[in-house]
């Protein structure tokens, strides 16, 4: 079972391992570095991203740099989930927001929302990452078919 998952974090360094565990379980990575890019490849794309992994500390880039306060890029991920859900880009697919935001005002943006799973960077080294996203890869073809 493998599948696309779209990656959207400004780390580059730390996330190539969290790619290349993701890619040794079959998936495809697409990463993202900031959510200008990340949304002009979701509409490039149309469909067929299983599993989104979002940040929540990201660079507001032109998309959220002017329209809203994003408290220096703190809350950049919030207004990126929102609009994916909004917009019904992908409305159906899993995302994991990982993150080493602790704030529970920030967290709790993210709580109780159907198919979002929050994980801490911490707890979650690049392969057990990559069994979560099979894991909810595979929750979610389960239910769609």
């Not at 959510?35 to 490039?44: L, T």
């Not at 602790?102 to 979650?124: I, S």
Request: glycine share 4%; with cysteine; hydrophobic share 40%.
């Amino acid at each position: 079972m493998a599948g696309l998952v779209l990656l959207i974090d400004d780390d580059k360094l730390p996330m190539q391992f969290y790619v290349k565990a993701m890619e040794q379980k079959g998936f495809e990575v697409k990463q993202c570095y900031e959510p200008d890019s990340a949304i002009a490849f979701m509409e490039k794309k149309a469909s067929g991203i299983d599993a989104i992994i979002l940040d929540i500390m990201l660079p507001p880039g032109k998309r959220y740099g002017k329209k809203k306060d994003t408290h220096e890029g703190l809350i950049t991920g919030v207004f990126l989930l929102e609009e994916l859900r909004e917009e019904d880009h992908y409305p159906d697919t899993p995302v994991i927001v990982l993150t080493n935001v602790k704030n529970p005002d920030t967290l709790n943006e993210f709580r109780n929302k159907p198919l979002v799973k929050v994980a801490q960077k911490m707890d979650y080294p690049p392969f057990e990452l990559a069994e979560l996203v099979e894991k909810l890869v595979e929750t979610e073809t389960k239910v769609d078919s």
